[in-house]
């Protein structure tokens, strides 16, 4: 069975840091990686999604790197802004199955 | 991106009464839906996965009775808490993919809070 790890749980930096969050994940046969935002009390927003086959994918601020062999992803954000707090999650699709195996998430505080 | 629409976004019950959630899809069409809860501070759980047209299948140790699921057509879902307790307070996710794409990408709802009083 799949397990989802994030480290650290919670995370509080100042703005303009640069930070990196870690994910790691128990079974490689997956099909892709997701990376979501989570603000209290609402749904999710997909923030980069990677395909097994890919290594990495970008999107403005952020950076997310996958290396399937080894079961880990990092997500990286420049530059953190106040409006980067938030909770954010990696899940990952397991090849044959099409549901989300979700992680317990990061929750990251950027102080003004 | 893909939009998926759930309703309603908060509702507060009674104990006892049954509660419907609606998770559409709006702009394309899902064979497949998924239904996650979500405690407090918590990750999500998958609940079950919801097929268009057949049975919805459920996770180990989600009760089939007590959350119903019903995917009449290829862009609603529906999930049905009966006989509501406190302990079914809960944030509940639905989620698609489009039968279109063949990324995996999957697409979530706002979510529905559900407070049993």
């Known amino acids: 069975k799949q397990e989802v790890t994030q480290i650290p749980a919670a995370l509080s930096v100042p703005e303009g840091e640069n930070l990196v969050l870690n994910c790691s994940f128990t079974?490689?046969?997956?099909?892709?990686l997701q990376w979501f935002r989570q603000d209290p009390g609402k749904g999710l927003t997909s923030l980069l999604l990677?395909?097994?086959?890919?290594r990495e994918q970008t999107s403005g601020r952020l950076n997310a790197s996958l290396d399937k062999s080894s079961g880990r992803s990092t997500l990286y954000i420049a530059a953190s802004q106040p409006g980067d707090s938030a909770t954010y999650l990696c899940?990952?699709?397991?090849?044959?199955?099409?549901?989300?195996?979700f992680g317990s998430g990061t929750r990251l505080q950027v102080q003004p | 991106g893909a939009v998926v629409s759930q309703h309603p976004s908060r509702v507060i019950c009674k104990s006892g009464t049954s509660v419907k959630i609606e998770c559409r899809s709006l702009?394309?069409?899902?064979?497949?839906m998924f239904w996650y809860r979500q405690f407090p501070k918590k990750s999500l759980m998958l609940m079950a996965t919801?097929?268009?047209?057949?049975?919805?299948?459920?996770e180990q140790g989600v009760e089939k009775d007590k959350f119903l699921i019903n995917h009449a057509s290829l862009t609603l879902s529906t999930l049905t808490v009966t006989s509501a307790h406190p302990e079914d307070s809960s944030f509940y996710i639905c989620?698609?993919?489009?039968?279109?794409?063949?990324?995996?990408?999957?697409?979530f709802g706002e979510g529905s809070r559900l407070t049993v009083l």
């Open positions: 989620s698609a993919v489009s039968t279109s794409q063949n990324t995996g990408e999957l697409f």
């Open positions: 079974d490689s046969a997956i099909y892709n």
């Open positions: 990677i395909q097994s086959s890919q």
């Open positions: 899940a990952v699709l397991d090849t044959g199955r099409r549901a989300l195996t």
């Open positions: 702009d394309f069409q899902a064979t497949t």
């Open positions: 919801s097929n268009e047209g057949s049975k919805a299948t459920y």
